[in-house]
Structure formats: structure tokens, C-alpha cells
């Protein structure tokens, strides 16, 4: 299995591998499908950006390290409700969201790295909530890599997991930090810590964010990893950077957005290449097939010949994102 770009997608040589689901759950098309090419506009019209799919070339990647497909949907479907219950002032379901933070965090403390699924899998409606999952996802990562215990790593996953919330109450973009933070500090089950995530988490440590211009040591170091996640997600989301490319880009601003420390065990934390990514392996095309200790020196199965090299014992061979398939159009 792998995960191609919607625009990838052939229907002689490609079969669906997981469904594709509508906002109220409904099964938009079946696993084990080709999806007619008349279709594709739509999907795309929905936000589908990504499709996980079945070929000649998927054959032998592993897809052990990605986060598995009822996690993946049953945590953004707590994420709709709860925000449908902050929206509507109804009673709100807190203890629904310290089960999915115990379940994500359970994901990322048992495995040894995990793969995230891109928001642009599901259809614009969900992406806010998928967004919230794979932020916390990537703060976890983090926060595991510096050794933050269970009690530090929940309050990192409550926050993560709302840190737009203000925007269910708010449509100006520039207030939801502040609107989010004086919701959150009045739910005595959360802790402030994790208010103050949502708070801080679009300021910089140079003073230059948003919405109180905070500076170093004001700037949590919680707040500052989940806005790293926060910024990587939608680098992938909003602007459609491949996962290496945005990695670049949160690792340029360093010590501008934030400390050393949170950048440089995020960028370790994180798998740029996974499983499925085309790539150049000395020039030569290649895909990586499994993903090693070292997140950025997978193992990889050249094109041409279909042998596979585990990049851990190559260090002298370099590895490039491709764009083949885009030089071939
Ligand atoms: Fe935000
Ligand atoms: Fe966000």
C-alpha cells in the first residue's frame, strides 16, 4: 500500500486500499475499487488530496508505522463533536477528550516512530479536527523525545488536541488563541498549562507572534512545541509542501520561532520520507519501503531493479525528494 497525490492516481494500474468517507460517515467509494477518472474532480473538489492505493510499485511497503485507521477516525470524530459541543453551548463530553489524549499518547509511548496520515485524506469538513490529531501527534512525538513524563505529555496532548478551539467560538482569526485560552482555563479538569498551549501557541521567541508578542522565557516550551506542529501541519495542509520540504522550513526559522532545543528534537522526532515516498538515491528513483531508527535514513527500493538498501549502511549514498513524476507531465 501506499499514499499517492489525488493527481497521481491512474485507474488501469491503481485500486483503492481504504475507503473514502463522507462527513457523516457514508462510504463515498469502497476499498478494492478503481475509482473512475470522472470522479477524481469531485474527490478533489471535497479536499481529497491523498489517496492510499494498491500497485506494482506499492508491492513490499510496509505500513506498520503508521497510525492505524480507527484511531486515525475515531479521534476525529470525537474532535467534531466536542467542537459541535463548544459551538452550540451544549454539555460538553471532557472526559471524551482525555480518552482520545490517553489513546494518542498510548500510539506514540508503544511504537517506536510513527507515520502520520495527511489531513487531506478526508474530505474540507473534517480537516480541521484531522489537523488537531496530527498536531498532537507531532507534539507527542516531541515531547517523548525529550523525555516529558505521562503527566507533562497529557497536558501537551490536551492542549494540542485544542489548540484552535477558540475558533468554534470565534471567526476572527486573530483572536482564537485568546478566546480558546479563556475557554479552556474555565473547564477545571484541563490544566492551565494546556490553556495556556492554546494561548501561545502563534507566538515566537523572537517576540514577533501573535496575539501578545511574548519572549523567551514567557514562551512556553509546550506552547512552542505544539506550535512547531502546529505550523509543520499546515505547511503540508495549506501550502501543499511535501513533509521534507516543510521540515526545511521550520528548521530555517530556528531560534527566530523557537528554541534550539524544541526544533532540533522535533525535526529528529519526525519522519520526512514515509513509507511510499518517491525519492533519489544518488540520482537514481527509488521508494522508501520501511522506515529505520534514523527517521531520515530509510530503507528504499530502487526502481530499476527492485533491490532494496537500508540507507543506515550507506552513508556516504544521498537521498533526494523526486519529482519524477511531475517532470513527466
Ligand atoms: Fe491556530
Ligand atoms: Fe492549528
Redesign the pocket.
Known amino acids: 500500500m501506499r499514499l499517492i497525490e489525488i493527481s497521481e492516481y491512474d485507474y488501469k494500474s491503481m485500486t483503492l486500499v481504504k475507503p473514502i468517507y463522507d462527513s457523516k460517515k457514508r462510504i463515498l467509494l469502497a476499498a478494492g475499487r478503481t475509482i473512475d477518472p470522472k470522479i477524481t474532480p469531485k474527490l478533489e473538489a471535497m479536499g481529497i488530496k491523498y489517496l492510499f492505493i494498491e500497485d506494482e510499485v506499492s508491492k513490499g511497503i510496509s505500513i506498520e508505522d503508521m497510525l492505524d485507521m480507527p484511531t486515525w477516525k475515531d479521534t476525529i470524530d470525537v474532535m467534531k463533536s466536542f467542537y459541535e459541543q463548544v459551538k452550540t453551548k451544549g454539555k460538553l463530553d471532557v472526559r471524551s477528550i482525555f480518552q482520545i489524549a490517553t489513546r494518542l499518547l498510548d500510539e506514540v509511548k508503544f511504537r517506536p516512530t510513527l507515520v502520520l496520515i495527511p489531513s487531506g485524506t478526508v474530505t474540507n469538513e473534517l480537516q480541521p479536527f484531522a489537523?488537531a490529531v496530527n498536531?498532537t501527534l507531532l507534539s507527542l512525538l516531541t515531547g517523548k523525545r525529550l523525555g516529558y513524563n505521562d503527566f507533562n505529555m497529557k497536558e501537551l496532548a490536551i492542549g494540542s488536541l485544542l489548540?484552535?478551539i477558540g475558533k468554534a467560538l470565534t471567526d476572527d482569526q486573530d483572536k482564537h488563541s485568546e478566546v480558546g485560552f479563556n475557554f479552556l482555563r474555565e473547564i477545571h479538569q484541563f490544566s492551565l498549562v494546556s490553556a495556556h498551549i492554546a494561548y501561545q501557541h502563534h507566538e515566537t521567541i523572537n517576540g514577533e507572534g501573535v496575539p501578545r508578542q511574548i519572549k523567551n522565557n514567557e514562551f512556553l516550551e509546550f506552547a512552542q512545541i505544539c506550535g512547531a506542529a502546529?505550523k509543520y501541519d499546515?505547511f503540508i495542509t495549506k501550502q501543499n509542501l511535501p513533509p521534507h520540504e516543510a521540515m526545511e522550513a521550520i528548521m530555517a526559522t530556528s531560534d527566530r520561532t523557537y528554541s534550539h532545543r524544541v526544533v532540533n528534537a522535533f525535526s529528529l522526532s519526525v519522519a520526512t520520507y514515509p513509507p511510499g515516498t518517491k525519492v533519489l538515491i544518488d540520482k537514481y528513483p527509488a521508494i522508501v519501503t520501511q522506515l529505520n531508527k534514523h527517521l531520515h535514513r530509510p530503507v528504499v527500493k530502487m526502481i530499476a531493479n527492485d533491490q532494496e538498501i537500508d540507507l543506515t549502511e550507506y552513508p556516504t549514498y544521498m537521498i533526494e525528494p523526486s519529482n519524477l513524476e511531475k517532470q513527466e507531465v
Open positions: 489537523h498536531v489548540h484552535d502546529n499546515n
